[in-house]
């Protein structure tokens, strides 16, 4: 099994940064990709970013390409999510996922775990 944990959400302003971490435990040896998620209320759970098992391949939405920037450090066990220049439509619950499979998929049941999510709020 793996544990995730996520960090760093919270209330900032339109146009703000936060960082967000998400460290993971357990049989982490286990971990390929790993992906970031929200959730809004009332709206399905979306893909946002992922990256590959040695930091060489990243993916986005096309949402927030440009101004999120995902990251990992393998020797930590914590994958980062860099958010600059947020949007009110950008609030949710963010959630990180770890997937055992190497090849990459936006599709959240895909994935083989995840943490209990943390909340960003962004004020207008």
């Known amino acids: 099994q793996v544990q995730l944990v996520e960090s760093g959400g919270g209330l900032v302003q339109a146009g703000g940064s936060l960082r967000l971490s998400c460290a993971a435990s357990g049989r982490t040896f286990s971990i390929n990709t790993m992906g970031w998620f929200r959730q809004a209320p009332g709206k399905e759970r979306e893909f946002v970013a992922a990256?590959?098992?040695?930091?060489?391949?990243?993916y986005y939405a096309d949402s927030v390409k440009g101004r999120f920037t995902i990251s990992r450090d393998n020797a930590k066990n914590t994958v980062y999510l860099q958010m600059n220049s947020l949007k009110p439509e950008d609030a949710a619950v963010y959630y990180c996922?770890?997937?055992?499979?190497?090849?990459?998929?936006?599709?959240?049941?895909?994935?083989?775990?995840w943490g209990q999510g943390t909340q960003v709020t962004v004020s207008s």
């Open positions: 996922a770890a997937d055992k499979a190497v090849l990459f998929t936006t599709t959240p049941r895909r994935y083989d775990y």
């Open positions: 990256i590959s098992w040695n930091g060489v391949s990243t």
